[in-house]
């Protein structure tokens, strides 16, 4: 998958495509319907399909300070749509100015003039342009002038999350706000991801017996609850089953909230400086401040044994 980060990145000599604009954070299984349509679409016309994001989130440059946690990093976005079978992805920086564009004019410089749009395929509640006054009415008016087709996907996915609520990935950052990483799960369609390099801690759990890789997550990540959790430490392609914890320590008094992944039964590993990824695959309990240290570590004994349990557990009905 080609990967653009401005228009200037867009080859001179693109022809039509097929294209789908969105922040699309997480890339759930709401955004996979549209993505995937996308990708079909374009395959059956034989030209390239394209997916346009920005960065940073619209809301950061609109409203200062409103950035809301982060389901996924581009990095980790770009994965998710390559594996969906976009052929490319461009990352608009998204400016002031840019965000001044007026909705008719963003058609023409971002879809016409250089992505040559053949058609685009959106969610019904799509908007672009100044004061997102653009939408899947206009973008379809626009195309009989410009050329290109509008394709409009029912996004709204709904499950047992959330109570029933259609998916998306506002219920989704508020799930894994509550802990509910199970719930997110189901509308991302895998366990949720945070990311970061691995960085010194307090070397507490080594001296326990039970080390820890202490992630320093992206800026903005959409961090779960203060808890215990089940999943998995992954590093240098390795998935290592873990037992996760979010927090700030109360057992000695932190202030600094962390995400530590223990890889259950490996001693001697040496991950200081590497980029490490831990899935949340399901609560355990929540963050306790023990009488002694000889009750916490009985804890953390069984907060081990019960996440190798729901990992096995897991793992046995996936390979089933």
């Not at 963003?106 to 006054?133: C, M, Q, S």
């Not at 999350?161 to 509550?178: D, K, N, Q």
Request: proline residues 6%.
């Amino acid at each position: 998958m080609q990967c653009w980060r401005g228009l200037e990145d867009i080859p001179e000599d693109w022809g039509r495509s097929v294209v789908t604009i969105g922040s699309y954070d997480g890339v759930h299984r709401g955004h996979q319907l549209i993505i995937g349509r996308a990708v079909e679409r374009a395959r059956e016309l034989g030209v390239p399909s394209v997916v346009v994001t920005f960065d940073p989130h619209p809301s950061e440059v609109v409203r200062p300070g409103s950035h809301p946690p982060l389901l996924a990093p581009h990095l980790r976005r770009a994965e998710l749509m390559a594996e969906l079978g976009v052929d490319a992805l461009l990352i608009l920086p998204f400016t002031v100015e840019f965000s001044k564009l007026a909705p008719a004019d963003f058609i023409v410089k971002v879809l016409v003039d250089r992505l040559h749009a053949r058609t685009v395929i959106e969610g019904p509640n799509f908007r672009f342009g100044h004061k997102a006054a653009g939408n899947v009415e206009l973008l379809a008016e626009l195309g009989t002038t410009y050329d290109y087709t509008v394709e409009v996907v029912d996004l709204f996915v709904s499950g047992g999350a959330g109570g029933g609520l259609p998916f998306s990935s506002t219920l989704t950052r508020r799930l894994i706000a509550e802990g509910d990483v199970s719930g997110a799960a189901e509308i991302l369609g895998r366990p949720h991801r945070v990311e970061g390099i691995v960085v010194r801690g307090a070397q507490r759990g080594r001296d326990l017996g039970f080390p820890t890789a202490n992630v320093e997550t992206v800026p903005h990540s959409a961090i779960p609850a203060d808890g215990v959790y089940a999943g998995w430490l992954n590093v240098a392609g390795e998935c290592m089953p873990a037992a996760i914890s979010v927090g700030t320590n109360p057992q000695f008094d932190g202030v600094e909230r962390t995400v530590e992944a223990y890889a259950i039964g490996r001693i001697g590993l040496d991950l200081y400086g590497m980029h490490a990824a831990v899935d949340f695959l399901a609560y355990v309990r929540g963050m306790l401040k023990f009488d002694s240290i000889d009750d916490l570590l009985v804890a953390m004994a069984a907060d081990v044994e019960r996440c190798t349990e729901l990992i096995e557990a897991y793992e046995a009905e996936r390979g089933a």
